[in-house]
Protein backbone atom coordinates (compact mmCIF):
# COMPACT_ATOMS: atom_id res chain seq x y z
CA UNK A 1 0.00 0.00 0.00
CA UNK A 2 3.08 2.56 0.95
CA UNK A 3 4.67 1.09 -2.27
CA UNK A 4 1.51 2.59 -4.11
CA UNK A 5 1.08 6.02 -2.21
CA UNK A 6 4.75 6.59 -3.10
CA UNK A 7 4.72 5.72 -6.70
CA UNK A 8 1.32 8.14 -7.01
CA UNK A 9 3.25 10.92 -5.66
CA UNK A 10 6.37 9.94 -7.67
CA UNK A 11 3.96 10.72 -10.64
CA UNK A 12 1.88 13.66 -10.05
CA UNK A 13 5.38 15.15 -8.80
CA UNK A 14 6.87 14.06 -12.86
CA UNK A 15 3.41 15.65 -14.28
CA UNK A 16 3.87 18.50 -12.34
CA UNK A 17 7.05 19.13 -13.56
CA UNK A 18 6.30 19.87 -16.76
CA UNK A 19 2.75 21.40 -16.70
CA UNK A 20 3.18 24.62 -18.70
CA UNK A 21 0.81 27.33 -18.21
CA UNK A 22 -1.38 27.67 -20.99
CA UNK A 23 -1.73 30.66 -22.85
CA UNK A 24 -5.47 31.69 -23.60
CA UNK A 25 -4.78 32.52 -26.99
CA UNK A 26 -7.07 31.14 -29.38
CA UNK A 27 -6.02 30.31 -33.01
CA UNK A 28 -8.69 32.15 -34.99
CA UNK A 29 -6.75 35.53 -33.03
CA UNK A 30 -2.95 34.54 -33.73
CA UNK A 31 -1.99 36.94 -37.03
CA UNK A 32 -0.33 35.23 -39.65
CA UNK A 33 3.04 37.24 -39.71
CA UNK A 34 5.47 35.51 -36.83
CA UNK A 35 6.84 38.61 -36.27
CA UNK A 36 3.96 40.76 -35.56
CA UNK A 37 2.42 37.90 -33.36
CA UNK A 38 5.76 37.94 -30.95
CA UNK A 39 5.01 41.34 -31.07
CA UNK A 40 1.80 40.97 -29.95
CA UNK A 41 2.30 38.47 -27.07
CA UNK A 42 5.17 40.60 -25.75
CA UNK A 43 2.22 43.36 -25.28
CA UNK A 44 0.03 41.18 -24.20
CA UNK A 45 2.17 39.88 -21.48
CA UNK A 46 2.83 43.36 -19.84
CA UNK A 47 -0.87 44.00 -19.88
CA UNK A 48 -3.53 43.14 -16.78
CA UNK A 49 -6.68 41.27 -16.88
CA UNK A 50 -8.91 43.84 -15.63
CA UNK A 51 -11.17 41.01 -14.96
CA UNK A 52 -8.73 38.55 -12.81
CA UNK A 53 -6.37 40.92 -12.15
CA UNK A 54 -3.85 38.71 -11.56
CA UNK A 55 -3.17 37.77 -14.72
CA UNK A 56 -2.00 38.75 -17.97
CA UNK A 57 -4.40 39.27 -21.05
CA UNK A 58 -2.31 36.56 -22.72
CA UNK A 59 -3.00 33.56 -19.94
CA UNK A 60 -7.00 34.77 -18.93
CA UNK A 61 -10.02 33.24 -20.43
CA UNK A 62 -12.11 35.98 -19.69
CA UNK A 63 -13.92 37.93 -22.44
CA UNK A 64 -12.80 41.31 -21.84
CA UNK A 65 -8.96 39.66 -21.93
CA UNK A 66 -10.11 38.56 -25.82
CA UNK A 67 -10.88 41.61 -26.94
CA UNK A 68 -7.84 43.46 -25.79
CA UNK A 69 -5.93 41.10 -27.24
CA UNK A 70 -7.74 41.01 -30.52
CA UNK A 71 -7.15 45.14 -29.88
CA UNK A 72 -3.53 44.69 -29.82
CA UNK A 73 -3.42 42.78 -32.60
CA UNK A 74 -5.65 45.34 -34.63
CA UNK A 75 -3.43 48.31 -33.47
CA UNK A 76 -0.38 46.42 -34.99
CA UNK A 77 -2.00 45.50 -38.08
CA UNK A 78 -2.77 49.41 -38.58
CA UNK A 79 0.83 49.75 -37.83
CA UNK A 80 0.94 51.20 -34.50
CA UNK A 81 4.71 50.70 -32.56
CA UNK A 82 4.58 49.02 -29.24
CA UNK A 83 4.56 51.82 -27.45
CA UNK A 84 1.45 53.05 -29.00
CA UNK A 85 -0.52 50.74 -28.63
CA UNK A 86 0.47 50.24 -24.81
CA UNK A 87 -0.21 53.81 -24.80
CA UNK A 88 -3.80 53.63 -26.96
CA UNK A 89 -4.40 50.95 -23.94
CA UNK A 90 -3.51 53.16 -20.91
CA UNK A 91 -5.63 56.16 -22.28
CA UNK A 92 -9.11 53.59 -22.40
CA UNK A 93 -8.38 52.02 -19.22
CA UNK A 94 -6.06 53.90 -17.04
CA UNK A 95 -2.61 52.70 -15.84
CA UNK A 96 -4.38 49.97 -13.64
CA UNK A 97 -4.10 47.84 -17.22
CA UNK A 98 -0.23 47.56 -16.91
CA UNK A 99 1.25 44.51 -15.30
CA UNK A 100 4.32 46.75 -14.06
CA UNK A 101 3.35 50.02 -13.62
CA UNK A 102 5.29 53.18 -14.51
CA UNK A 103 6.86 55.36 -12.60
CA UNK A 104 5.69 59.24 -12.19
CA UNK A 105 4.71 62.04 -10.21
CA UNK A 106 1.19 60.51 -9.55
CA UNK A 107 2.54 57.00 -8.94
CA UNK A 108 5.64 58.43 -7.01
CA UNK A 109 3.75 58.51 -3.39
CA UNK A 110 2.70 54.87 -3.94
CA UNK A 111 6.65 53.76 -4.42
CA UNK A 112 7.76 55.35 -1.95
CA UNK A 113 5.29 55.09 1.07
CA UNK A 114 6.36 51.95 2.46
CA UNK A 115 9.79 53.49 3.10
CA UNK A 116 8.25 56.78 4.59
CA UNK A 117 6.17 54.49 6.82
CA UNK A 118 9.33 52.23 7.95
CA UNK A 119 11.42 55.89 8.40
CA UNK A 120 8.92 57.31 10.49
CA UNK A 121 8.30 54.41 12.43
CA UNK A 122 11.72 54.23 12.72
CA UNK A 123 11.62 57.69 13.86
CA UNK A 124 9.01 57.08 16.00
CA UNK A 125 10.70 54.54 17.94
CA UNK A 126 14.03 56.45 18.29
CA UNK A 127 12.32 59.38 19.98
CA UNK A 128 10.23 57.49 22.53
CA UNK A 129 13.21 55.35 23.59
CA UNK A 130 15.10 58.79 24.08
CA UNK A 131 12.40 60.16 26.03
CA UNK A 132 11.94 57.02 28.19
CA UNK A 133 15.07 57.34 28.78
CA UNK A 134 15.45 60.95 29.68
CA UNK A 135 12.33 60.50 32.07
CA UNK A 136 14.00 57.18 34.24
CA UNK A 137 16.93 59.75 34.59
CA UNK A 138 15.81 61.80 35.84
CA UNK A 139 17.55 64.31 38.85
CA UNK A 140 17.09 62.68 42.55
CA UNK A 141 14.76 64.59 44.78
CA UNK A 142 16.81 67.35 46.78
CA UNK A 143 16.70 67.01 50.97
CA UNK A 144 13.72 69.93 50.92
CA UNK A 145 11.67 67.88 48.48
CA UNK A 146 12.48 64.41 50.65
CA UNK A 147 11.44 66.19 53.95
CA UNK A 148 8.17 67.83 52.21
CA UNK A 149 6.98 64.07 51.27
CA UNK A 150 7.96 62.53 54.18
CA UNK A 151 5.30 65.41 55.73
CA UNK A 152 2.66 64.38 53.17
CA UNK A 153 2.68 60.37 53.70
CA UNK A 154 3.21 60.87 57.47
CA UNK A 155 0.13 63.48 57.60
CA UNK A 156 -1.54 61.14 55.40
CA UNK A 157 -1.17 57.85 57.75
CA UNK A 158 -2.55 59.77 60.16
CA UNK A 159 -5.79 60.47 58.86
CA UNK A 160 -6.24 56.70 57.47
Not at 39 to 52: K, M, N, T
Not at 92 to 104: A, D, N, Q
Request: hydrophobic share 50%; glycine share 4%.
Amino acid sequence: MKHLAFRAMVVLAVLAAFAVPSAAVTPDEVLDDPALEQRARDISAGLRCLVCQNQSIDDSDADLAKDLRVLVRQRLVEGDSDQEVVGYIVSRYGEFVLLKPRISARTAVLWAAPAIILLGGLAYLFFSARHRKAVSEAAPLSAEEQADLRKVLSSRDRDS
